[in-house]
Structures are given as structure tokens and as C-alpha cells.
């Protein structure tokens, strides 16, 4: 279960996010999604524990967040940190097996396993050896969410992991992302590319820095909810009315 | 024949470097040099304060005193940043100004008082000549105390240094691992500064690792030229200093290392200074070549070059140009070859500039002067498929077909 009541949170003295308030049974596959500026990254931090709200309370697992760090993962922005740093592929990956009562110099054999599994998974296992620096942007973020992966946390909270990947290997991560899940894990992840958004998940968070609705898929993802969220946007709710039309099935025709 | 004296001041400096450079690699990595110089001048207070306490030099005292001043030197500056919003930078210059100026108000009234000095003096600028027994050990002890943490802890280390956020999130204890690295580091430099001095110890630290970061982005390389060079240079410095008088210890190592790194910066073949200016020479050199080509490629081109310049002299080795009746150069026919290769390239970009960007026909050219020294084979090929194959550029002129 994620449970979060009344959320007020921003950065300096502006709220980002007001009242929030909702609860996810998990494990569960749950996309945040909203416009722009809709408060989306803030609540994801918020949850990671990166921000402090303002009021109210963050509840994952039935713990403060600050209890269950150890059963999260996430992905870090790519330019968070230096890449000029010497280390290659490889060691980057294995930091998400690190525990923290994992005492010795050296990951085991096992570590390593999961570490090359994941790196394979996100179609970076010829890259293993090399330093980090030589690799583009893209591949740097298939890094990251390899790392992140190799955590096997209970909850994976990820911010657009699909920006700046290619058509090709961002397929390759949905793939991956469904599987992981699939083991009766849970993914929190912020997206905004609605098209993916109605086929990929199983719960919905809808932020326009209130909240607009919370739950399964079929009760968040409806043209009432989205035109709240979006507004006037009409190049998005376009798209959208079109989307609607052509898979009718899965998308509920009632609020 | 090496005197005891001098095995003593050699052991000392290379035991002093060894410990730097192998402390200095979290330092550097963490990107915490300016605070590991704050460092070493912070705990001069606190040694002079040991000394004059004690009554005697190089007691627990004085690394007791060394490490908690250092300590909160830098807690001042972490609360001076995160308080004021000062810069880290700015709070740093600040506290290592002030913890300095009280050390330079204990030692003046520490003259004064009588008391005897115990070599204190020096922690300015260090001297290896006043190293007692007493000092060699505890230098071989925290140099064995700290090869086995750096060994032990090394998966946190990198981890931690990399991305300290993950560190955190990964469930390693980042704020009790930064203070005893902090500890540790004001520990070492309160042990060094008596050989080689504040500032050369600070140099020290993070030189080392700078040089071996510079050469190599592998771990190991990194901490094995680290530490090799360090301890040669300290180990050359120890000689000359002893054999030399008035010659600091200290000041010698550091300029020594400075003369073992030159080198490296000069001729690594892929960051070395002086092998870029030859890349980058020789890449106008190829230029400047496939220039010249075009213009004998070109019959109604009367500007034909006829001096011996460097591009004429070059093609001609290459056997590209030979000499014709008329007292100058023509294409050879393997230089006919080369130069339908870059004219090939250059009228294809025009015509693709033209028929695809739509860029009137008349501003093409310049741009595929320079692309046509850019263009590999592979994608030449790839841009003629896709332009159809054409066979003349955009003025006409007939493309050469590939051979």
C-alpha cells in the first residue's frame, strides 16, 4: 500500500502540490501523469524522501519512507552526477546490489549475475567494460535504470525513464519494466506520454497540482478526468479523443 | 653507502606520501579538495594547542587535538554554507582563514612562554631532517590502518563517491561515513604536516590523484599511478634534500611530482597537449591536401599551384602528383582516384543540400567544402542511395561514380 494524505509540497515557499491525498494497494504498475509543471516530479520526490513536504504524510508499506528506504530504488537524473568519474559500466550496475550490511571489499558472484542480467536487459551488456564517460546520453540513462533494476526493490519509482531513449530501446525498457513487475514487484513512474500511458499501467495518478483522480486505470483514465487535467491543451486532448475512438475497450465511458 | 640519517628522512617521506596520496583518492573523488586544504591549515591550532598543553611534541594529544580541530573546521563550513546559502567554496576560504590566524596566535604566544617547541614551528612549512623515531611509527602504523580500510571499503568508497544520493538510498550510513573520513583525513595530514607542511601536504593529497585521473579512468590504474608517483617523488626529494643544504623537504617532493606529471601532459597520445596540436596539424595537413588534389583534378583550374609547398611535396611522396612536360604537376592515376573520391563527396552534399534542405543552388558550395573532408565511405554510399544515385550536383557538374 502507498498511502499519502494531504500533501502540501513545492520548493522554497511555492507549493507545487496542494491537498493530495490518495491510497494504491500494491504491488501494482502506477503512472503519474499530468501537464507540465502539474506537480508530477515533486510528488515523486517527495515519496523518495528527496524533499520535505510541507504537511501531511507519506505512508509505503505501512512505513514512513524514511523506514522502507532500503526496499525502494529509483533513477537519478543523468546529470546528477559527474560521468568524467572513472568507472566503467559494469561497477556502475553493481552498486545496486550494495547492501548496506554487505561488509567486505568485493560484490559476490551472485551480485554479479544479476548485475550483467540487467545490463543485458537494458540492452547494455557489450558496453560493460567500458568507462562510463565514453557513452552518450541515452546509454547513460539505460545505466542508471539497469542499476536501479539490479536493486530488486520492492518499489521502483522512476522519472521518465523514456526521456531521450530512442524508439527502439525505450520499447526494449517497457518490456523490461512489464517483467519486473510482473514478478510481483511495484513501479511508481512518471510519464507523460498518455498514448503508452493508457496500455501500460494498472493505476493512474492524475496531478495538475491538485489532484485530479487517483485509482485503476479504468476509473482515472476517462475524457472528464483528462480534460480536467489538461484543460485547454487541445493539441494533447486531440490526440487523446482520437486514441479514445480507436480502443474504445479500454477506456471507460463513465467518470 | 646510505647514512641512518638519511634512511630516516627517506622512510618518513615516503611513508607521509604513501599515506596522502592513498587518503588523497575519497578526497579527490568526492570532489572535496578545497575542504581537504582547509584541512591542513585548520589543525594547525590544535597542534600548536597539543604542543603547548603537553609540553611535548607528537603526543595522542596532538592527534586528538589535530582531528577534533579539523572536525570542526569543517562542520563550520558545512553550517556557514547551509545557514548563509554562502557558497562552499567561499565558506571554506573563510573558516581555513580563521582557524589559520588563531594557529598563528597560539604559536606567538607559545614563543613567548618558554615552553620548548618540539619542531611546531615547522608545521608551516614542514622539515624532514627534525623526524623523530617516534613520528616514523606512527606514520607505519596509520599507513597499515589505512591500506587495510582503503582495501576493506573500497565498494564503498567508489559508491559513495559516484553518487552519494544513491549511497544514501542504498542504505549506507553517508553521514557517519563522511565524518570518520573526515576524522581520518585531519588524522593523516596532523601526521604529515610535520614533514612536509600545510600547504605541501594539501598539495599532496590531491595532486596525486589529479595525475592518476588525468592518465587513466580505470580504478586500479588510477590508485596504482597515484601512489607510484607520489612515493617517487618523495623518495627523489628525500635524496636531494639531504645531500643539499636548505633544500625543503616538502616544497621539493611537490615540484617533483610536478616534473613527473609534466611529461604526461604534454605527450599522452590522446590528452596530451603537444600530440592534439600534431592531430589537429595533421588533420589540416590532410586538408590542405585534398585540396591541392581538387584543383589538379579540375583541367579548367588555371590557378594550379607551382610552388614546392609542404601539400606538393607531400602528394608527390605519396606518388598522387607527378611531374608533366610543361615543367608541372599532374594527377598520377592513383591521384586521379583520390581527388574523383572528394569531388564525389562534395557534389553530392551540394546536391543534397539542394534538392533535399532546399538551400538555393548558389549558397551550397562553401558548406560542401567543408563536408567533403568529413564524409566517411560509409556515409557517402549512404547518401548517394538515398539521393537515387544522381549524377550531376546541382550545377551541372557530372558526380564521379564510385570505384
Redesign the interface.
Known amino acids: 500500500m502507498i498511502e499519502v494524505k494531504n500533501l502540501n509540497a513545492g520548493y522554497g515557499k511555492r507549493s507545487a502540490l496542494w491537498n493530495i491525498d490518495f491510497s494504491i494497494p500494491l504491488p501494482a504498475f502506477i503512472g503519474i501523469i499530468g501537464p507540465n509543471g502539474g506537480g508530477k516530479s515533486t510528488l515523486l520526490k517527495s515519496i523518495?524522501g528527496?524533499i520535505t513536504p510541507f504537511t501531511g504524510s507519506i505512508q509505503v508499506f505501512g512505513k514512513p519512507i524514511g523506514e522502507v528506504?532500503?526496499r525502494?530504488?529509483?533513477v537519478?537524473q543523468i546529470n546528477?552526477?559527474?560521468w568524467?568519474?572513472?568507472?566503467?559500466v559494469m561497477?556502475?550496475v553493481l552498486?545496486?546490489r550494495?547492501?548496506?550490511h554487505?561488509?567486505?571489499?568485493?560484490?559476490s558472484k551472485s551480485d554479479r549475475e544479476k548485475a550483467e542480467f540487467y545490463l543485458n536487459a537494458v540492452g547494455m551488456f557489450e558496453f560493460s567494460k567500458r568507462?562510463v564517460?565514453e557513452l552518450s546520453g541515452g546509454q547513460r540513462q539505460r545505466v542508471f535504470l539497469a542499476?536501479a533494476l539490479a536493486?530488486e526493490a520492492d518499489l521502483l519509482l522512476l522519472d521518465e525513464p523514456l526521456a531521450g531513449v530512442d524508439a527502439g530501446s525505450g520499447e526494449r525498457i517497457l518490456a523490461v519494466l512489464s517483467n519486473y513487475q510482473k514478478q510481483g514487484r511495484s513501479i511508481l513512474m512518471v510519464h507523460h506520454d498518455l498514448l503508452t500511458a493508457s496500455t501500460l499501467f494498472d493505476h493512474l495518478i492524475l496531478l495538475q497540482t491538485r489532484l485530479v483522480a487517483a485509482g485503476p486505470i479504468k476509473d482515472v483514465f476517462t475524457l472528464n478526468n483528462l480534460q480536467t487535467a489538461y484543460g485547454t491543451d487541445v493539441s494533447i486532448l486531440s490526440e487523446m479523443i482520437h486514441k479514445l475512438g480507436q480502443t474504445p475497450a479500454k477506456i471507460s465511458d463513465h467518470p | 653507502m646510505v647514512s641512518e640519517q638519511l634512511f630516516w628522512i627517506i622512510s618518513g617521506c615516503l611513508l607521509a606520501a604513501y599515506l596522502l596520496s592513498l587518503t588523497g583518492i575519497p578526497v579527490y573523488?568526492r570532489?572535496e579538495s578545497l575542504a581537504g586544504d582547509a584541512l591542513s591549515h585548520a589543525i594547525f591550532p590544535g597542534v600548536v594547542l597539543a604542543v603547548w598543553i603537553s609540553g611535548e611534541n607528537n603526543s595522542w594529544l596532538t592527534y586528538l587535538f589535530g582531528v577534533l580541530v579539523g572536525s570542526l573546521a569543517l562542520f563550520l563550513i558545512q553550517s556557514i554554507h547551509q545557514k548563509t546559502l554562502i557558497p562552499k567554496d567561499g565558506a571554506t576560504g573563510i573558516v581555513l582563514i580563521l582557524f589559520f590566524s588563531v594557529g598563528l596566535l597560539f604559536m606567538g604566544r607559545l614563543q613567548r612562554s618558554g615552553v620548548p617547541l618540539w619542531g611546531v614551528q615547522h608545521v608551516l612549512l614542514g622539515k624532514a631532517a627534525t623526524l623523530l623515531p617516534s613520528d616514523l611509527i606512527a606514520l607505519a602504523i596509520l599507513s597499515v590502518v589505512g591500506s587495510i580500510l582503503f582495501?576493506?571499503?573500497?565498494?564503498w568508497l567508489?559508491?559513495e563517491?559516484?553518487?552519494s544520493?544513491?549511497?544514501?538510498?542504498?542504505?549506507?550510513?553517508k553521514n557517519t561515513y563522511g565524518l570518520f573520513l573526515n576524522a581520518w583525513t585531519a588524522l593523516v595530514l596532523t601526521a604529515t604536516i610535520q614533514i612536509l607542511g600545510a600547504v605541501l601536504s594539501a598539495a599532496m593529497l590531491i595532486t596525486p590523484s589529479a595525475l592518476g585521473?588525468f592518465l587513466?579512468?580505470?580504478?586500479k590504474k588510477?590508485i596504482l599511478i597515484s601512489v607510484l608517483s607520489a612515493c617517487t617523488a618523495a623518495v627523489l626529494a628525500g635524496f636531494i634534500s639531504a645531500s643539499v643544504p636548505a633544500m625543503s623537504t616538502g616544497a621539493l617532493t611537490v615540484i617533483l611530482l610536478f616534473l613527473l606529471a609534466f611529461p604526461f601532459f604534454l605527450f599522452h597520445p590522446k590528452k596530451g597537449i603537444l600530440m592534439k596540436w600534431i592531430a589537429r596539424k595533421k588533420e589540416a595537413g590532410r586538408w590542405k591536401d585534398e585540396n591541392t588534389l581538387k584543383q589538379f583534378y579540375n583541367p579548367a583550374n588555371v590557378h594550379l599551384e607551382t610552388g614546392l609547398n609542404p601539400s606538393i611535396k607531400r602528394l608527390l611522396k605519396n606518388r598522387l602528383i607527378q611531374p608533366n612536360n610543361n615543367g608541372s604537376w599532374e594527377l598520377s592515376p592513383k591521384g586521379v582516384l583520390e581527388a574523383e573520391r572528394i569531388v564525389r563527396k562534395h557534389r553530392l552534399w551540394e546536391t543534397f543540400l539542394h534538392n533535399r534542405l532546399l538551400i538555393p543552388q548558389d549558397s551550397v558550395h562553401e558548406n560542401a567544402e567543408l563536408m567533403e573532408h568529413l564524409l566517411d565511405d560509409d556515409a557517402e554510399e549512404r547518401l548517394s542511395v538515398e539521393l537515387n544515385n544522381p549524377g550531376a550536383d546541382p550545377h551541372q557538374s557530372p558526380i564521379p561514380p564510385k570505384k
Open positions: 523518495l528527496e528506504r532500503e525502494l530504488a529509483y537519478p546528477s552526477v559527474d568524467n568519474f572513472p568507472i566503467r561497477d556502475v552498486m545496486g550494495f547492501r548496506p554487505s561488509w567486505g571489499p568485493f560484490y568507462q564517460g542499476r536493486r | 573523488l570532489r582495501f576493506y571499503f573500497q565498494k567508489w559508491l563517491a559516484f553518487d544520493k544513491f549511497a544514501k538510498h542504498s542504505g549506507l550510513p585521473h587513466s579512468h580505470n580504478p588510477l
